[in-house]
């Protein structure tokens, strides 16, 4: 039999193309569930030098990609099996949608030839993502794989960022074609992501918003996660500190300059924002998490100078004045504008004492009631505790990651971001179930920094299983479960509630007191804490964050310290 080997020509499958793509294109890390038909995707990605961290679960998947978007400003890949594991993936889909993270979420389908005929795991998934997706690309034949992944990692951080969609069915991934065609179309990959030209329009604009803020009376400036993702925290350190005006950052906005600036206006926060005249608001939305820039929150006369990436955002609020471009960019044609003739409040104007006094008012309330021990714990003492061992962590700031009711409200007041970026919440959609993911998707962009969740209950039993990814990857991360028996704090039901057949089956908030959420990590060789105590609590945290490996801290917390609305009124 003659031996053909040494005339033909070595073949890759769609497999490897997809792997060379993504490697090409600068692709580090996927997220993802392996099986049918994409195991071997993720094995020729590992072979090619990407880092592909295995979830037990594509929600959590999901949720570590979006995370890894914003983090990292590059495309988060999660890749899923077909049908229900895409469904899964939409999640974090949807989640990167909700907050504007570029993502890219790929998965594969069923054999075009038996579409609609009942195949395993049918589902037609471009028609499944379309509400959350900004372009879904499907390759229908191996030779368009390369450019197919190109144009959904374009798209995903071009204007406004977001989530976009790769299907590839099961016979592309396995059609073949020659090595050499395939290097040949992986450097021709076309990359349409083009720079934006600066618009004529902008100095006009950037003239008229130094107007407005040079003339106001009582300025502020309002920062969201969108000026984090940008980049902006020098500009907007440079812009604050030349002209003297108090700042207001979002939640996932916290960091980007310190919590502890003397023109943080967080603690006032309810003054600044009820009382300026003037808001320039920069990569945050007017949506519920501002009360939609309307009365009796807001002064009903205030004007808005809104910056954002997305003209459809700002035809949406229709702002006093809007201006459509990058935060960073924006922020330092203000900066460049304002150098021209410059303008400072200076620490004794009206405004500035004002939100000044009322910010340390605030402030000494709070640390009053943190200063108490209560035993059994409230959320706001071993919060506390937790405030100030994060504080004493040497080198780069930890990531924290905050979810839940009771526990994430308290958390945003009382810990303090120093660092950009180093804040991980429920963002725009309040989100439940995104700790373990984000925690993952932190340690992975960030290995430098440790890694702390501090969970409610409930919010932890969402993803809880992913405990042991984090053991098998062995990752920085400290999870830190506020145990109050439920959502909420357990069972808050009146007596009229109790009632009808099923009256002895426990309330629909309840979970098991005193769960052991510590011995979930130690089944998988992690460490797991319990802790009812102040000093307990001290001493684990620095045992803890000192060894920087998996460990879950279960802390009891008396089941009626929270309240029911998960929005504790600290007044600021």
């Not at 389908?109 to 005929?117: E, F, K, L, M, P």
Request: hydrophobic share 40%.
């Amino acid at each position: 039999m003659a031996d053909n080997s040494a005339t033909t020509p070595p073949s890759i499958d769609g497999n490897v193309l997809v792997a060379k793509s993504l490697s090409h294109l600068g692709v580090t890390h996927m997220f993802g569930v392996v099986g049918i038909p994409v195991t071997s995707l993720a094995s020729r990605a590992m072979a090619l030098g990407i880092r592909f961290i295995a979830f037990h679960n594509e929600q959590s998947a999901g949720y570590a990609a979006s995370a890894y978007g914003y983090l990292t400003g590059k495309p988060g890949i999660l890749l899923t099996v077909s049908g229900p594991g895409c469904v899964h993936g939409l999640a974090g889909l949807s989640n990167a949608w909700a907050n504007t993270w570029p993502m890219v979420m790929i998965s594969g389908s069923c054999d075009q030839r038996d579409v609609g005929r009942g195949d395993f795991q049918e589902l037609d998934q471009i028609e499944a993502v379309k509400a959350f997706s900004k372009l879904s690309e499907k390759a229908k034949d191996v030779r368009e794989i390369p450019n197919c992944v190109s144009r959904v990692l374009d798209r995903a951080v071009a204007g406004r960022p977001g989530g976009c969609y790769l299907d590839i069915p099961t016979d592309v991934l396995r059609q073949k074609i020659s090595e050499s065609e395939a290097d040949k179309l992986v450097d021709e990959i076309v990359k349409s992501l083009k720079q934006e030209p600066i618009r004529e329009s902008l100095r006009s604009e950037i003239e008229s918003a130094v107007s407005l803020l040079r003339k106001a009376e009582r300025p502020l400036i309002v920062f969201g996660k969108g000026a984090a993702y940008s980049r902006a925290e020098d500009e907007l350190k440079k812009l604050v500190e030349i002209t003297g005006i108090p700042f207001l950052p979002t939640p996932m906005g916290k960091g980007l300059l310190p919590d502890t600036h003397e023109l943080s206006a967080t603690a006032a926060r309810s003054l600044a924002i009820g009382k300026c005249d003037v808001a320039l608001v920069v990569g945050a939305r007017l949506n519920w998490l501002l009360h939609f820039g309307e009365s009796p929150k807001w002064d009903k006369d205030v004007k808005f100078i809104l910056v954002d990436v997305s003209e459809e955002e700002i035809e949406l609020r229709k702002p006093h004045l809007g201006i459509v471009g990058d935060a960073r960019t924006v922020i330092g044609l203000l900066n460049k504008e304002i150098k021209e003739d410059p303008f400072c409040l200076g620490k004794s104007n009206s405004w500035v004492e004002s939100i000044s006094k009322k910010a340390k008012e605030n402030g000494e309330k709070m640390e009053a009631q943190l200063a108490k021990d209560v035993v059994p714990f409230n959320f706001l003492t071993p919060m506390r505790i937790i405030r100030d061992a994060i504080l004493a962590v040497e080198g780069p700031s930890p990531v924290v990651v905050s979810e839940g009711a009771n526990t994430m409200d308290v958390g945003r007041s009382v810990l303090v971001q120093k660092e950009p970026r180093t804040r991980l919440d429920a963002g725009t959609w309040g989100t439940m179930g995104v700790g373990l993911g984000y925690c993952i998707a932190a340690a992975v962009a960030s290995p430098d920094r440790l890694v702390v969740a501090v969970e409610g209950d409930s919010g932890f039993g969402f993803s809880a299983m992913e405990v042991e990814t984090l053991v098998r990857y062995n990752l920085p991360v400290v999870i830190i479960v506020f145990n109050n028996g439920g959502v909420y704090g357990g069972d808050r039901r009146g007596p009229e509630e109790i009632s009808g057949p099923h009256k002895e089956d426990p309330a629909p908030t309840s979970f098991v007191p005193n769960a052991g959420y510590h011995k979930l990590i130690e089944a998988f060789g992690g460490k797991g804490y319990i802790v009812e105590t102040p000093d307990e609590l001290k001493s684990t945290l620095a045992e803890s964050f000192a060894a920087r490996k998996p460990a879950v801290v279960n802390v009891i917390i008396d089941p009626f310290a929270g309240a029911e609305s998960g929005r504790l009124q600290h007044k600021n």
